[in-house]
C-alpha cells in the first residue's frame, strides 16, 4: 500500500479567473493540493482577477499576518452610471450623460481620493454591521449605514479615458485607472465615489489585482496552470518575501521553539511580524516584539 503524498507546506499565488468567488478558488486548491488545510489572504471579489495569495498546510498560519499588506490594482471605472453594488454586478440604478466632465475635473476628483482617506465601503460588502454582513443586510433592504473607516491610497493614476455609450444610449466616460493603497479599501467604493464627486454617478467595470505585498502578478498560475503542475512558493521563501529577516544561532533556536521569550535586537522594535530563521536556514517562527522580548505568533520548526 503507498502512502499518500504530503502536501507541501507553502503559499500558492493564484492568477484568479473572473466568476469564481475566493472561497471557490480554496475549494480548488484542496482538490489540486490533497488537503483540506488551504486558506486565503485578501479575498477578490467574483468580478475581480489576478493576484490571490493562498496558504496550504503549515503556511496557513502565515496568512493572517500577510493580509495586511500593500495592494495594486488595474481597474475601468465608468462615470455616467451607478449601480446597486458599485461594480457591473449589480442593478443599474441611475444614468447622467458623462460626456461634458473634463479631464482637468477627473483629476481634482482623483486629488481628493488620494492619500490617508475615511472610505465608506459599498453596501454590500462583507463588512459587518453588529454582528450582520452589510452584503446581508442589504439584500434585505435594510436601511442602514456604514460607518466610514481610514484607509490609504498612496497612488491613484488614470492611464485612458474613453469615450464610450452605455447599453441604454447614455454617453458615458470610461476611466483605466491603476492604484496602490491599503489592505481593506474598496476600489468599487473609490469608483462611487468619483462618480459622486463629478455629480454623473460611477461604478467599477473591470477590477484586476496586480500584487499583494511582495507577491506579483508575474508569480501568478492560473488554476489550469495549476491543475497541471502545482507551484508553490516555499513557506521559508514566502516568510523572507514578506517579513522582516532575524537569524538566530542554534542556542537561541533551540530556547525560541521551547517558548523562551528571547531579547530581540532594538532594529526589530516597532517592526510588527518577524521571521526568525536559524544557521541552516530553516524557518523557525514568526515573533514579534514585545516590551524588548520576542513574542511567538506562530511557530513552524
Request: glycine content about 8%.
Amino acid at each position: 500500500m503507498t502512502s499518500k503524498p504530503t502536501p507541501p507546506d507553502g503559499l500558492v499565488i493564484v492568477d484568479k479567473p473572473s466568476g469564481f468567488t475566493s472561497h471557490d478558488v480554496v475549494a480548488k486548491m484542496r482538490g489540486i493540493a490533497r488537503t483540506r488545510r488551504v486558506g486565503h489572504a485578501g479575498t477578490l471579489d467574483p468580478m475581480a482577477t489576478g493576484v490571490l495569495v493562498l496558504g496550504v498546510e503549515k503556511a496557513t498560519k502565515l496568512l493572517g499576518h500577510l493580509a495586511l499588506t500593500e495592494k495594486e490594482y488595474l481597474g475601468t471605472v465608468r462615470l455616467g452610471q451607478t449601480t446597486l453594488t458599485d461594480d457591473a454586478e449589480g442593478e443599474l440604478t441611475s444614468s447622467t450623460d458623462a460626456s461634458k466632465v473634463t479631464r482637468d475635473a477627473v483629476d481634482a476628483a482623483i486629488a481628493k481620493l488620494t492619500g490617508d482617506i475615511m472610505q465608506v465601503p459599498s453596501r454590500v460588502s462583507a463588512i459587518k454591521i453588529d454582528g450582520v454582513r452589510s452584503y446581508k443586510r442589504a439584500r434585505e433592504g435594510e436601511e442602514f449605514e456604514i460607518p466610514a473607516r481610514p484607509v490609504t491610497v498612496s497612488s491613484f493614476a488614470v492611464h485612458d479615458i474613453r469615450e464610450a455609450v452605455a447599453d441604454d444610449g447614455t454617453p458615458v466616460l470610461d476611466l483605466v485607472v491603476s492604484v496602490v493603497c491599503s489592505s481593506g479599501t474598496y476600489i468599487r467604493a473609490l469608483a462611487r465615489d468619483i462618480g459622486a464627486d463629478l455629480g454623473v454617478g460611477g461604478h467599477l467595470t473591470a477590477l484586476r489585482r496586480t500584487r499583494v505585498g511582495p507577491y506579483k502578478l508575474d508569480e501568478a498560475r492560473t488554476l489550469d496552470q495549476l491543475q497541471q503542475e502545482l507551484t508553490v512558493m516555499p513557506i521559508a521563501e514566502a516568510a523572507s518575501a514578506a517579513f522582516p529577516r532575524w537569524d538566530v544561532d542554534a542556542r537561541r533556536a533551540r530556547l525560541l521553539t521551547n517558548g523562551v521569550r528571547l531579547e530581540m535586537p532594538e532594529e526589530y522594535a516597532g517592526a510588527g511580524p518577524v521571521a526568525v530563521f536559524d544557521a541552516e536556514g530553516r524557518f523557525l517562527a514568526l515573533v514579534e516584539e514585545h516590551r524588548g522580548k520576542a513574542k511567538s505568533l506562530a511557530v513552524f520548526g
